[in-house]
């Protein structure tokens, strides 16, 4: 747990809290940025909203990858380089 951050934010009148320097630099956040929340019981857990949908993505295409074969790092290295090499052919 090295790398974990503990720190405070007060609840404004509107529901605004104001995220601390250091927890923002650690998501990569910056003006404007969006964040998902995900609340389980009594905890919440916070994401930059670009890397939670990612890894959603991921998730949903895991078993769509594999019913096409791209189970292994060398079938997807291999179907890059079919690509790469279609794309430079053209």
């Known amino acids: 747990m090295k790398n974990m951050i503990v720190d405070n934010a007060k609840v404004m009148s509107k ?16 003006t404007g940025d969006r964040v998902t929340l995900i609340c389980e019981g009594d905890q919440v857990v916070m994401m ?3 890397v939670y949908a990612m890894k959603m993505l991921q998730k949903g295409m895991e078993d769509q990858a594999c ?6 790092e060398e079938n997807i290295n291999k179907l890059v380089t079919e690509v790469r090499g279609e794309i430079e052919g053209l």
């Open 15 to 30: 529901g605004q809290i104001t995220l601390p320097k250091e927890i923002r630099n650690k998501l990569g956040l910056s």
């Open 48 to 50: 930059n909203a670009a």
């Open 67 to 72: 019913m096409v074969g791209l189970d292994t």
